[in-house]
């Protein structure tokens, strides 16, 4: 009776032990790390000890391991022959043979055993863990690098054996877990705070497009050369400073042979240093910075930044001018559209009473869909609802094309969309009227 008692009370034990190696596992990984840091650099102690445990999470977690491996084991050594110890007697008192209540005995020992381990070695302490991982972190903090420290040759041993049987079958094991949240689980977290009013639409649709912006071409940000405007280095400075002072701008491309060979950049900053109204703006004109129409959009504004210019000139890639971007520009892509005095009145969406919005058709794909909510199709085709009805119709249009599109199910809800051509400028869509399709069937315009 004493040895069955004695065993039960090592299970017992076991089984804290088994909790302990499992609160480890869980409140190390699940911690908040900067938090620690934090406290720890404000003098906490306890905190700092975490920190230096998370800083081995690997090898703390391959310690924990087999912590709870060898505890586990030992447990289900001891448990199953104490319980049958005291209920073996109880059974054979009923009439069973001893053979039989040996068996029941042992069997009842190992479900008995296998029960506490589960709720009492693993599944409580895997919830207080994750309940309240910062504060049981620091606490064990003290006791794992202790533990960590008797054990590091067994640890070591296990963790070497293992890393050349992963080795052996082509892959190569990671000495640390990854840590942080990736840019698409920040895109997760910014749109379902969105969609359930925590974040306004405005402040959501900033930090979406600040998340994406590493993503995208200075092609997706620049002025195309059809609204690019640009003067021959035989323009006189009273010519350049007249077209300043019409467009509000004040940086143009200046060309040679033609618009596509640009030579340099002149506007208001070479005129105020120009004292002579009849010299050619070839003389007074700086160094183009040019870029490719593939180069990153981050990139363009170190670029910028390192030669100190606001204003670059984009190539295609058979060296033609494809447009121009500004750090305003990149400005805009990220926040929306800056206004200053100098630029004319927009023509803003409107949304008519039937419910369809009206809208300028250089609209970007992402900007159409903020407006309207409606998920229009994106294609690395195209950048604009222009370039959306061009690739639809498969020529040039004329005011009153009209094409139906299937929404985009991953970037919004489904359905259909009917695109109305308005007006049309320089052979490409200048408006369109876009409204829900509501089911009805899609009407195509043939080239």
């Given at each position: 009776?004493?040895?069955a008692?004695?065993?039960?009370?090592?299970?017992?034990?076991?089984?804290?032990?088994?909790?302990?190696?499992?609160?480890?596992?869980?409140?190390?990984?699940?911690?908040?790390?900067?938090?620690?840091?934090?406290?720890?650099?404000?003098?906490?102690?306890?905190a700092?000890?975490?920190?230096?445990?998370?800083?081995?999470?690997?090898?703390?977690?391959?310690?924990?391991?087999?912590g709870?491996?060898?505890?586990?084991?030992?447990?289900?050594?001891?448990?199953?022959?104490?319980?049958?110890?005291?209920?073996?007697?109880?059974?054979?008192?009923?009439?069973?043979?001893?053979?039989?209540?040996?068996?029941?005995?042992?069997?009842?020992?190992?479900?008995?055993?296998?029960?506490?381990?589960?709720?009492?070695?693993?599944?409580?302490?895997?919830?207080?863990?994750?309940?309240?991982?910062?504060?049981?972190?620091?606490?064990?903090?003290?006791?794992?690098?202790?533990?960590?420290a008797?054990?590091?040759?067994?640890?070591?041993?296990?963790?070497?054996?293992?890393?050349?049987?992963?080795?052996?079958?082509?892959?190569?094991?990671?000495?640390?877990?990854?840590?942080?949240?990736?840019?698409?689980?920040?895109?997760?977290?910014?749109g379902?705070?969105?969609?359930a009013?925590?974040?306004?639409?405005?402040?959501?649709?900033?930090?979406?497009?600040?998340?994406?912006?590493?993503?995208?071409?200075?092609?997706?940000?620049?002025?195309p050369?059809?609204?690019?405007?640009?003067?021959?280095?035989?323009?006189?400075?009273?010519?350049?400073?007249?077209?300043?002072?019409?467009?509000?701008?004040?940086?143009?491309?200046?060309?040679?042979?033609?618009?596509?060979?640009?030579?340099?950049?002149?506007?208001?900053?070479?005129?105020?240093?120009?004292?002579?109204?009849?010299?050619?703006?070839?003389?007074?004109?700086?160094?183009?910075?040019?870029?490719?129409e593939?180069?990153?959009a981050?990139a363009?504004?170190?670029?910028?930044?390192?030669?100190?210019?606001?204003?670059?000139?984009?190539?295609?890639?058979?060296?033609?001018?494809?447009?121009?971007?500004?750090?305003?520009?990149?400005?805009?892509?990220?926040?929306?559209?800056?206004?200053?005095?100098?630029?004319?009145?927009?023509?803003?969406?409107?949304h008519?009473?039937?419910?369809?919005?009206?809208?300028?058709?250089?609209?970007?794909?992402?900007?159409?869909?903020?407006?309207?909510?409606?998920?229009?199709p994106?294609?690395?085709g195209?950048?604009?609802?222009?370039?959306?009805?061009?690739?639809?119709?498969?020529?040039?249009?004329r005011?009153?094309?009209?094409?139906?599109?299937?929404?985009?199910?991953?970037?919004?809800?489904?359905?259909r969309?009917?695109?109305?051509?308005?007006?049309?400028?320089?052979?490409?869509?200048r408006?369109?009227?876009?409204?829900?399709?509501?089911?009805?069937?899609?009407r195509?315009?043939?080239?």
């Amino acid at each position: 009776m004493v040895s069955a008692l004695a065993g039960l009370a090592g299970m017992l034990l076991l089984t804290v032990a088994t909790g302990y190696f499992v609160a480890q596992e869980f409140a190390f990984t699940v911690a908040d790390r900067a938090v620690l840091e934090a406290e720890a650099a404000a003098g906490d102690a306890r905190a700092r000890r975490a920190v230096a445990v998370m800083g081995r999470l690997s090898f703390m977690l391959s310690g924990a391991q087999l912590g709870i491996t060898v505890t586990a084991l030992v447990t289900g050594l001891i448990a199953s022959p104490a319980v049958a110890a005291l209920a073996g007697p109880a059974l054979a008192a009923v009439g069973l043979s001893s053979g039989a209540a040996h068996g029941i005995a042992a069997g009842a020992g190992f479900v008995f055993a296998t029960g506490v381990q589960m709720v009492g070695g693993e599944l409580a302490p895997k919830n207080l863990a994750l309940a309240r991982a910062g504060g049981l972190a620091k606490r064990l903090a003290a006791g794992t690098l202790v533990y960590l420290a008797v054990a590091g040759p067994a640890i070591r041993l296990f963790d070497r054996a293992a890393a050349r049987l992963l080795r052996a079958v082509g892959v190569e094991p990671a000495e640390e877990l990854a840590a942080g949240v990736t840019a698409a689980d920040l895109a997760d977290i910014i749109g379902s705070s969105g969609q359930a009013g925590r974040l306004p639409g405005d402040l959501s649709g900033l930090l979406m497009r600040a998340l994406t912006f590493g993503d995208r071409t200075v092609a997706e940000v620049m002025v195309p050369r059809p609204d690019v405007i640009t003067v021959a280095v035989t323009a006189t400075a009273e010519e350049l400073a007249g077209l300043v002072a019409a467009t509000g701008h004040t940086s143009f491309p200046v060309w040679s042979a033609g618009p596509d060979d640009v030579t340099g950049i002149a506007g208001a900053r070479e005129l105020a240093a120009c004292e002579d109204p009849g010299m050619p703006v070839g003389q007074i004109m700086r160094p183009a910075l040019l870029v490719p129409e593939t180069l990153p959009a981050e990139a363009v504004v170190a670029r910028m930044r390192e030669a100190v210019e606001e204003f670059a000139c984009v190539a295609d890639q058979y060296g033609g001018l494809a447009g121009i971007v500004t750090f305003e520009d990149i400005a805009e892509d990220l926040t929306g559209p800056i206004a200053d005095e100098s630029d004319p009145v927009p023509a803003a969406p409107a949304h008519a009473a039937d419910g369809a919005w009206e809208l300028d058709a250089a609209t970007r794909i992402s900007r159409a869909r903020q407006v309207t909510g409606l998920a229009l199709p994106a294609d690395p085709g195209y950048d604009t609802v222009s370039g959306l009805v061009l690739a639809r119709l498969g020529r040039l249009p004329r005011p009153g094309d009209q094409i139906e599109v299937d929404l985009d199910p991953e970037a919004g809800p489904p359905g259909r969309a009917d695109i109305e051509v308005t007006a049309v400028r320089r052979h490409v869509a200048r408006r369109v009227r876009i409204r829900t399709a509501a089911g009805r069937p899609g009407r195509r315009e043939r080239p």
